[in-house]
């Protein structure tokens, strides 16, 4: 005969024939140590064993059982009940005592196990992917997407042109090893040894090469347009206009590129069953620069704002909040995981890591900004030099990561993310991926971008200040001294779980059981898309 114990932490209100036994003395069961739980839970101890120890038959069914009801009962029979046993409870009677002796005993051990240094020391924590997905996840249960072969004009033929995109610096290093770049160097004590190779110098508008590259190997992309739920179209909408950002390029020739997708795009036979609603692209710089809605000598093209966009769903590295089609994916950083063992193995060393700094700021002033609130920042930074640590980012030595970007974030419990050139900048998950924990000083600098894939509550993993209260003399170092260190302790917790969705796998078919931000965003726009009735 087994015994099933009822425990206090979390999903022990179900009994299972592999339920660990307990001894009538009370001693708490131990949680398996590979349990994907992210906290800890002790077992409740209960003061009287034969409450605790409910015996099954050998050959009970391996489902769980379901607690037993128990009928509703008169109050005169419970009271009745009570009387029986009421002679045993006599302070007289010498089974009372050995009753309360047992009692006290299971009391005292409680205490004992809860004020030893073995149970309340730090023990290694195992963070599951905070968006894990259930079996099903696997068999394409939102739709499968169809990859359109468009003219090599749009996307292969701008990346063997990389010298070309740039009008200062070849870009070729940049969106090399399929869009990850080149492999990162000086990380040697900074990163476990068995993991530099996972990390690269990724630029940071390099996501649609990316997600070319992913769709080509992802699990749910079909050949037979016929069974698709979404279509996507490979266009470098980014590196077509990047080139001509800069110098005396016309309107006509920023535009250019995306006028061509769109004439090609329109002829295809399944957008017009939809006009659209069902076709998504990957655009890799911000959406502002894809937004030239008046003169032709404002800033970046005007693809988005072009009739056939307007039905696209549009992923971005900024979006903007107000437009339903344009959806927030993360930034590239540096890490690409190529197993799962990658993943955990960097969350442990993060998870274990003495921070010797509160505090900051990789970043460089804007001085064509009138009162630059950078400017604010490294001022207090440099004043508390004892608490915060500062990368000088001047010209663009922080533009793609670097090891003292990378080593400053792993020493530091908190980073300060002001706004960069427009709301949001890449510094964001550089800080997260090295389990810092992010503050920012602009609600749209992550809140109303990222809901697919941060948590949905922005005090569980980061810190609001206002800009408004900096400026009017606010304690930035003051504030994150206000947060305990349990707090803090909690919240990294939640950064460090958070990890896989902020990331892009290395593996071209992605990591197994673990959604990266690819996945997720996939998944995300296949949902989306299916709800319409687009598919």
């Known amino acids: 005969m087994n015994l099933a114990v009822v425990c206090g932490s979390a999903g022990a209100d179900r009994l299972t024939s592999n339920s660990p036994s307990c001894t009538c003395l009370g001693k708490a069961p131990l949680l398996h140590p590979n349990s994907s739980t992210s906290r800890q839970n002790s077992a409740v101890v209960y003061p009287n064993p034969v409450i605790l120890m409910l015996p099954f038959p050998d050959n009970s069914p391996s489902e769980p059982l ?52 073995i149970a309340a020391s730090h023990r290694r924590r195992h963070f599951p992917a905070a968006s894990s997905p259930t079996p099903d996840n696997f068999n394409c249960r939102s739709g499968k997407v169809f990859v ?33 770049g080149r492999k990162a160097t000086g990380l040697a004590g900074i990163v476990p040894e068995n993991l530099t190779n996972a990390w690269y110098w990724t630029d940071q508008f390099a996501s649609e090469v990316i997600y070319h590259n992913r769709i080509m190997k992802y699990d749910c992309r079909t050949t037979e347009p016929e069974s698709a739920t979404a279509f996507y179209i490979p266009f470098y909408a980014g590196l077509a206009v990047g080139k001509f950002l ?22 295809q036979p399944y957008w017009k069953r939809s006009n659209g609603w069902d076709h998504f692209i990957t655009m890799g710089r911000i959406t502002w620069d894809f937004r030239r809605s ?8 005007s693809c988005i704002y072009m009739p056939g966009m307007k039905n696209i769903t549009r992923l971005l590295i900024e979006r903007n909040p107000w437009d339903y089609f344009d959806v927030g994916v993360p930034y590239p950083t540096g890490f690409h995981p190529s197993t799962n063992s990658d993943v955990a193995t960097w969350q442990d060393f993060l998870s274990t ?30 004043a508390d030099s004892g608490s915060c640590r500062v990368v000088d980012c001047g010209g663009s ?20 993310q002001p706004r960069g050139d427009s709301f949001t900048r890449r510094s964001i998950f550089d800080c997260m991926v090295a389990g810092s924990i992010p503050v920012f000083f602009w609600k749209r600098t992550a809140y109303y971008q990222y809901d697919w894939f941060l948590p949905g509550e922005p005090e569980s993993y980061s810190v609001f200040i206002d800009r408004k209260a900096v400026k009017n003399g606010t304690s930035i170092k003051g504030e994150l001294e206000k947060i305990g260190r349990e ?43 299916e709800e319409q009735g687009g598919g």
Not at 294 to 300: L, P, Q, T, V
Not at 397 to 416: H, Q, R, V
């Open 353 to 382: 890591r003495n921070r010797s700094t509160l505090y900051c700021f990789a970043g460089a002033t804007r001085g064509f900004i009138k009162s630059d609130f950078r400017s604010l920042l490294l001022t207090q930074c440099y």
């Open 148 to 180: 359109y072969d468009i003219p090599p004009l749009l996307n292969t033929e701008l990346l063997q042109k990389c010298n070309e995109l740039n009008p200062w610096v070849s870009r070729c290093d940049a969106f090399s090893n399929d869009g990850f």
């Open 246 to 267: 800069w110098k005396n390029y016309s309107a006509k020739d920023r535009d250019r590129h995306c006028e061509m997708m769109l004439s090609w795009v329109q002829n």
């Open 397 to 416: 030595k922080c533009s793609n990561g670097s090891s003292a970007i990378l080593g400053t974030f792993l020493d530091s419990d908190f980073c300060l």
């Open 66 to 117: 379901h607690p037993i009801k128990k009928p509703k009962t008169p109050d005169l029979e419970r009271k009745n009940s009570f009387n029986s046993i009421q002679p045993y409870l006599s302070l007289h009677n010498p089974r009372t005592w050995l009753i309360l002796s047992a009692i006290l005993l299971q009391i005292l051990l409680l205490l004992a196990a809860r004020s030893s240094p």
């Open 294 to 301: 008046k003169g032709d000598d404002e800033w970046g093209s």
């Open 487 to 529: 707090e803090v302790r909690k919240m990294r917790e939640k950064v460090i779980e958070y990890i896989p969705n902020i990331i892009y796998a290395k593996h071209e078919e992605g990591l197994v059981g673990i959604r990266d931000a690819f996945e997720i965003a996939i998944d995300g726009v296949l949902r989306r898309i």
